[in-house]
């Protein structure tokens, strides 16, 4: 099985490290959010996966996208 590296990425005003990473992880266990567009590294590319690229209100009728990042 190949391996990944997958990365989410949010700018945040916070009062320190601890407060952002809290705040960044609130967000991605909010299910009405839109934190749903990934980097994933592969040993040969980097590409960009949005797994709800039709921004759908249920994240369950998102259809998985992946595009090769630039």
Do not use: C, K
């Amino acid at each position: 099985m190949p391996e990944y590296s997958v990365t989410w990425e949010i700018d945040l005003d916070a009062a320190d490290p601890g407060d952002a990473a809290r705040e960044a992880q609130a967000i991605q266990r909010d299910a009405n959010a839109w934190a749903t567009v990934f980097t994933v590294h592969t040993a040969t590319q980097t590409i960009t996966v949005d797994l709800d690229a039709g921004h759908h209100t249920s994240p369950g009728d998102a259809v998985p996208h992946a595009e090769d990042a630039v």
